[in-house]
């Protein structure tokens, strides 16, 4: 299809000439060193402003990516700065693990240890590894993997508890953030532990580690997919209750094919199969449910059927992957011009065609709301320059994707 070609053209622009010089340009502390921690919706950076692990280990993944997906030098020392920013600033010497937050300057400031962000610092690191061979930071990669399973891991029930204190003690409030459901276990923590352990077997093909990502992807077949509706649940209790009617239309087509990446790197068909399955019906139910007319992938439903119909930047980045790796596996038209309309509805109202980057989020009518960051805690290059890579793999393909190999 040509808008597909046409995708693929524009994505490497986008990564290449927008996303890469942004962060690279803006966001590196010139007095402090690393990556500073805001950036405000009217691109006005903090300094002074506290750092967030989740970010400084996407930037790492975000750069280490671009150094090997585009078999270039010019992204190295910006990696290379991410790495030294993560194991100097963020590493607890004396209780292991990544602390949340840090100052500008260094300095611990929130401590606990939520197991989302030590599986994106595995993630950051092990795509590091691929990139550099690293042998120090591969280490790393493989302790953090050993402590997850060591300390969060729920021997009776499965999967992984959210988030402990520094000392990998009960913790009161484990929560990632002020919005969510105060439970246990949760869709989002485990979804990201299968991405990082996916690419960490990557560069090291351990039987354990194998054997915890078929764990992984078990749970979603038999807890975290609704049976009846084939959706993602979101919360959960620890006999994997349901906790909420919460549906994420981004985080049901980004885990379709975070799940199929997964079970393709175990080498096992039948798995492939079953999980296949589950994906695709994922992917349909973004498409039919989740896409407003217009292209854009609506944010959530509530419980009572309310529509949250902002378009948040990171679901549009997924959508054009997940519905990309939809139509590889089905040939159906429906996909291929779902991604080509989530692109389309990217580049016209989701890049800041004046700023820079991509809008945290606009309105339905496409209005971007500038209270929201271009740097922060939460908002990163890693589903943005992600998807461009991604696009870039995936489109075009004279052969079916199945038979290619992934490059993260």
């Not at 691929?130 to 402590?147: F, I, V």
Request: charged share 25%; net charge negative; aromatic share 10%.
């Amino acid at each position: 299809m040509d808008a597909l070609a046409r995708l693929a053209s524009g994505a490497r622009a986008e990564l290449v000439d927008h996303i890469l010089p942004y962060w690279a340009d803006r966001t590196i502390d010139p007095v402090r060193g690393g990556f500073i921690g805001r950036i405000d919706g009217h691109d006005r950076p903090e300094p002074g402003a506290a750092r967030g692990a989740v970010l400084n280990a996407r930037i790492l993944w975000t750069f280490s990516a671009a150094c090997r997906t585009l078999q270039t030098d010019q992204w190295c020392d910006e990696a290379d700065e991410a790495y030294h920013a993560l194991r100097d600033r963020f590493r607890d010497p004396d209780h292991g693990g990544i602390y949340w937050m840090v100052s500008a300057s260094g300095e611990p400031t929130e401590t606990k240890k939520q197991v989302y962000a030590q599986a994106f610092a595995i993630y950051g690191l092990a795509e590091y590894v691929r990139h550099s061979k690293d042998a120090e930071a591969l280490a790393w990669a493989q302790d953090l993997y050993r402590l997850i399973e060591r300390r969060a891991v729920d021997p009776v029930r499965g999967g992984y508890l959210e988030a402990f204190s520094r000392e990998w003690g009960p913790l009161a409030d484990v929560r990632l953030s002020e919005k969510d459901t105060d439970a246990p276990k949760t869709m989002n923590t485990h979804l990201h532990v299968l991405e990082a352990y996916t690419t960490l077997y990557h560069v090291w093909p351990d039987a354990g580690l194998a054997a915890r990502i078929r764990a992984l992807l078990d749970l979603f077949l038999d807890r975290v997919i609704d049976p009846v509706t084939g959706h993602l649940g979101s919360f959960f209790g620890m006999d994997w209750t349901p906790a909420s009617g919460v549906v994420s239309y981004g985080h049901d087509i980004e885990a379709s094919w975070l799940m199929d990446e997964a079970a393709d790197v175990l080498g096992d068909d039948e798995l492939s199969t079953r999980v296949r399955t589950a994906s695709l019906r994922l992917a349909r139910l973004a498409c039919t449910e989740g896409l407003d007319e217009d292209g854009g992938l609506f944010n959530e439903r509530d419980a009572s059927g309310h529509l949250d119909a902002d378009k948040h930047w990171w679901p549009q980045a997924e959508a054009v992957v997940g519905f990309l790796n939809a139509y590889a596996h089905t040939d159906d038209p429906a996909f291929a011009r779902a991604a080509a309309q989530a692109w389309a509805f990217i580049q016209q109202h989701i890049i800041d065609r004046e700023g820079g980057e991509w809008f945290f989020r606009v309105s339905r009518d496409g209005t971007p709301y500038r209270e929201e960051d271009k740097v922060g805690p939460w908002k990163c290059p890693y589903h943005n320059a992600r998807a461009c890579m991604e696009i870039m793999h995936r489109v075009p393909t004279p052969e079916p994707l199945a038979a290619r190999a992934h490059p993260a």
